[in-house]
């Protein structure tokens, strides 16, 4: 099955400046790749997702890259604000050709915006 | 967005008995409707996979016998933990792919459930 590498545990990093959260998958065939966020006893909220034909997506603050031949991902957030703070998970899913197949998760990211 | 909903947001309940949780698409059909788990300061866990009108898919792991899922229809699936005991206390999550095919790969998560057991 597919396993999901997921790096810092804990980023603290200054208000304003950028945060990079790194994952790596070890299934070739996986072909999605989500990045949710989470609050204290809250629902994951998906933020921005790459499907494996992109290399790279932005929205906003918000960016993800995919290495294919490295399988790796990234989701960088610039210009970090106070409401950052979260933990952040990334996710992998294979595509079973059957139908919708679960997510694989990371185990996350305590993101610590310091003002 | 897809709203997916659940019930109980909370239960406390005692060791031995039932518990059952609802997770309810509101405004898409869903086929395949998703199960996890969350234990304190960890990670999400896919338990099983709840497929509408046939036996739900367990990952390696998870005892089917006691965690009983029911996807009776296309917008309603249920997870009961029966006998449940203090080591099942945690955060149950589940999550639904849109009915659309080009979007089926994002998942909406419901907004969980905290199981107690005492």
């Known amino acids: 099955g597919e396993n999901v590498e997921q790096h810092p545990s804990t980023l603290s990093v200054q208000e304003g400046d950028s945060a990079v959260i790194k994952c790596t998958y070890s299934?070739?065939?996986?072909?999605?790749f989500p990045w949710y966020k989470q609050e204290l006893g809250k629902r994951p909220q998906l933020i921005i997702d790459?499907?494996?034909n992109v290399g790279e997506k932005k929205d906003q603050r918000i960016a993800v890259t995919l290495n294919k031949t490295a399988k790796h991902f990234s989701l960088h957030i610039t210009e970090t604000q106070p409401e950052d703070s979260a933990v952040y998970f990334c996710?992998?899913?294979?595509w079973g050709g059957g139908g919708a197949d679960g997510l694989t998760f990371g185990k996350g990211t305590h993101l610590i915006i310091q003002p | 967005g897809a709203v997916v909903s659940q019930h109980p947001s909370w239960v406390i309940c005692k060791s031995g008995t039932s518990v059952k949780i609802e997770c309810r698409s509101l405004?898409?059909?869903?086929?395949?409707m998703f199960w996890y788990r969350q234990f304190p300061k960890q990670s999400l866990m896919l338990m099983a996979t709840?497929?509408?009108?046939?036996?739900?898919?367990?990952e390696q792991g998870v005892e089917k016998d006691k965690f009983l899922i029911n996807h009776a229809s296309l917008t309603l699936s249920t997870l009961t933990v029966t006998s449940a005991h203090p080591e099942d206390s945690s955060f149950y999550i589940c999550?639904?792919?849109?009915?659309?095919?080009?979007?089926?790969?994002?998942?909406?998560f419901g907004p969980g459930t905290r199981l107690t057991v005492l």
């Open positions: 999550s639904a792919p849109p009915g659309l095919t080009v979007l089926r790969d994002t998942q909406y």
């Open positions: 405004d898409f059909q869903a086929t395949t």
């Open positions: 709840s497929n509408e009108g046939s036996k739900a898919t367990y």
């Open positions: 299934d070739s065939a996986s072909n999605y």
């Open positions: 790459i499907r494996s």
């Open positions: 996710a992998a899913r294979s």
